[in-house]
């Protein structure tokens, strides 16, 4: 990474340390600057794939242990799920690293890499589900571990994004103490992540504000962390106003078809719309469908046409 383009992602709106204050400490504080997107050159480019999560349902293990599938006439596994991407026209698949059985090694993820490459899949990432909004001691320290194994199992299978889960929203507005402990959690993430070439995706999970989800991007300030952008993640008021601001930054993003109102009630995202949105953006990357509603293996046919044409 050059010089010249490091310090065009270091225009800080304050100093860090005033920044963690002023963004988990107020809550909806609108930031007058960002820091510099990620440079693009050329128009929008999408490639199009699958979450392992829209099949969760499916899966025999869950964050190493043992589940039944909902209907076992439709059980999957990680080799399945690259033969169900074949099947359905993805050209990528985001394997979410829940689904692993417990004793996948070396040799487990290498084998499935080689898969994907004979079946012409993209492995577009993997995805982890961490908090670093815990607060400093034992318990981050393991958070930080964790990560660190997966960043290198990430490597292993030639994904080039990991989906990060920063902390809550809630956490760091009771405790905007935490902020710092979070920045510097994904900072050393960050740095171990870069010498394996794997981007760190923040995802706005957790109830995350679009602005503090752009002061934690501010704050870690690597050219190896962007935003993991998930269109259904907002539970706002506006929240394509709030992805229109995020995806800019986004390394990756992850399309749902139902969004959530602040009061949890849910209504069909405007697929169109964002598609435009990404558009306008001049956004080059995969976009990962996720799909969470009812009966996948019946809709996410639909879901992913859907997307093709609001993406054409």
């Known amino acids: 990474?050059?010089?010249?383009?490091?310090?065009?992602?270091r225009k800080f709106f304050t100093a860090a340390g005033a920044l963690a204050t002023?963004?988990?400490?107020?809550?909806?504080?609108?930031?007058?600057?960002?820091?510099?997107?990620?440079?693009?050159?050329?128009?929008?480019?999408?490639?199009?794939?699958?979450?392992?999560?829209?099949?969760?349902?499916?899966?025999?293990?869950?964050?190493?242990?043992p589940k039944k599938p909902t209907d076992p006439t439709k059980a999957i596994d990680m080799p399945g799920f690259l033969d169900y991407c074949v099947e359905q026209g993805f050209e990528a698949a985001e394997l979410t690293s829940y689904f692993f059985k417990p004793d996948a090694d070396d040799n487990y993820f290498l084998d499935l890499k080689r898969?994907?490459?004979?079946?012409?899949?993209?492995?577009?990432?993997?995805?982890?589900?961490?908090?670093?909004?815990?607060?400093?001691?034992?318990?981050?320290?393991?958070?930080?571990?964790?990560?660190?194994?997966?960043?290198d199992r990430a490597a292993i299978l030639g994904a080039p994004h990991i989906r990060f889960f920063a902390g809550t929203g809630k956490e760091l507005d009771e405790h905007p103490e935490r902020f710092d402990d979070a920045v510097s959690a994904m900072k050393r993430c960050a740095d171990h992540a870069?010498?394996?070439?794997?981007?760190l995706g923040i995802e706005n999970h957790g109830n995350l504000k679009a602005d503090q989800l752009l002061g934690l991007i501010e704050a870690?300030?690597?050219?190896?962390?962007?935003?993991?952008?998930?269109?259904?993640?907002?539970?706002?008021?506006?929240?394509?106003?709030?992805?229109?601001?995020?995806?800019?930054?986004?390394?990756?993003?992850?399309v749902k078809v139902s969004m959530r109102r602040p009061d949890g009630t849910h209504y069909p995202a405007d697929l169109p719309r964002i598609g435009n949105l990404l558009k306008?953006?001049?956004?080059?990357?995969?976009?990962?469908?996720?799909?969470?509603?009812?009966?996948?293996?019946?809709?996410?046919?639909?879901?992913?046409?859907?997307?093709?044409?609001?993406l054409m």
């Open 22 to 65: 002023a963004t988990c400490a107020t809550a909806g504080t609108n930031f007058a600057t960002a820091t510099e997107p990620f440079p693009r050159t050329g128009g929008p480019r999408f490639r199009i794939g699958l979450a392992a999560y829209s099949l969760r349902n499916s899966f025999s293990f869950m964050k190493g242990k």
């Open 280 to 310: 306008d953006a001049g956004y080059q990357g995969f976009v990962i469908l996720e799909y969470e509603d009812e009966s996948p293996y019946e809709n996410i046919p639909v879901a992913a046409q859907q997307l093709r044409e609001a």
């Open 115 to 151: 898969q994907a490459f004979l079946k012409g899949v993209t492995i577009s990432g993997t995805a982890i589900g961490n908090n670093f909004t815990r607060g400093a001691g034992d318990r981050l320290d393991q958070e930080i571990a964790d990560a660190f194994a997966w960043i």
């Open 220 to 254: 870690v300030d690597h050219p190896w962390v962007g935003i993991n952008l998930d269109t259904g993640n907002f539970f706002t008021d506006d929240p394509y106003g709030d992805l229109e601001k995020c995806v800019p930054y986004a390394v990756n993003v992850q």
């Open 1 to 9: 990474m050059t010089p010249s383009h490091n310090q065009s992602r």
């Open 194 to 199: 870069a010498k394996r070439g794997i981007f």
